[in-house]
């Protein structure tokens, strides 16, 4: 099973909206509705930010919104902020009992 | 408030068996909603999943890594464990547990919440 393809960078500036993208296949995740995102800042651990593609915890900030066409997830983050700088990270269901990862994008903010 | 701590050697040599532990504190490991996880990320690069146990025994691995791959939960201790058999240079990364969520049905649920801070684990030739 290949790991998800995410772009490995990104960058926006204060206030803007950016959209990060984690495309797979029609094996994972074009067949479930079963995508997650964690935000990982420079040594620490990840934090789920959202799951089954559009749900978020409680505690995110509703500046993140999740969602899903075909075979690619998108994750959004609206009225970027400087705290939002990390690594971000998509999780998808593959079948067979098997979960794989994105390679990760670095979003930088200008 | 659920927390998960990871602990092991820091360093293995090649070829021999890695094991680790996740002290579950705050919560119960028993719980019936939760499976309870393994995740690394080699230095520098992504995350990969290693597998689940809930605390009846029952497993689900990674298929890439499921021949080399024993967890085991202790409900007495609150804790579980990994193993990894015939450890390489690809296997030096950061180990985390984190807690998953639990489906009946077919499929695994990739919601991971919350992680251990993690543990470094390097494998020396």
């Known amino acids: 099973q290949s790991a998800l393809t995410q772009p490995a960078s990104v960058s926006g500036s204060p206030g803007q909206s950016i959209t990060l993208s984690c495309t797979g296949t029609?094996?994972?995740?074009?067949?479930?509705?079963?995508v997650s995102w964690y935000q990982q800042h420079p040594g620490k651990a990840p934090k789920l930010m959202i799951y089954e593609v559009s749900e978020r915890p409680s505690g995110v900030s509703n500046r993140f919104s999740g969602s899903k066409s075909g075979n690619t997830a998108s994750l959004t983050i609206s009225g970027l902020q400087a705290e939002d700088e990390a690594d971000y990270f998509c999780c998808s269901y593959a079948g067979n009992s098997n979960l794989v990862f994105g390679g990760g994008t670095k979003l930088t903010v200008l | 408030q659920l927390q998960l701590q990871e602990s092991g050697p820091g360093l293995v040599k090649s070829s021999e068996t890695l094991s680790l532990t996740c002290t579950v504190s705050g919560g119960s490991i028993s719980s019936s909603s939760y499976y309870w996880a393994w995740i690394r990320q080699p230095p520098g690069k992504g995350l990969e999943w290693i597998g689940i146990i809930y605390y009846s025994g029952s497993t689900y691995y990674n298929p890439s890594l499921k021949s080399r791959v024993t967890m085991s939960v202790d409900t007495s201790t609150n804790q579980f464990s990994l193993r990894l058999s015939s450890v390489t240079a690809a296997d030096t990364a950061v180990y985390y547990c984190a807690r998953q969520a639990y489906s009946s049905s077919w499929y695994l649920r990739p919601h991971f919440d919350p992680w251990g801070q993690g543990t470094l684990l390097t494998v020396s030739s």
């Open positions: 029609s094996s994972d995740v074009g067949s479930y509705n079963l």
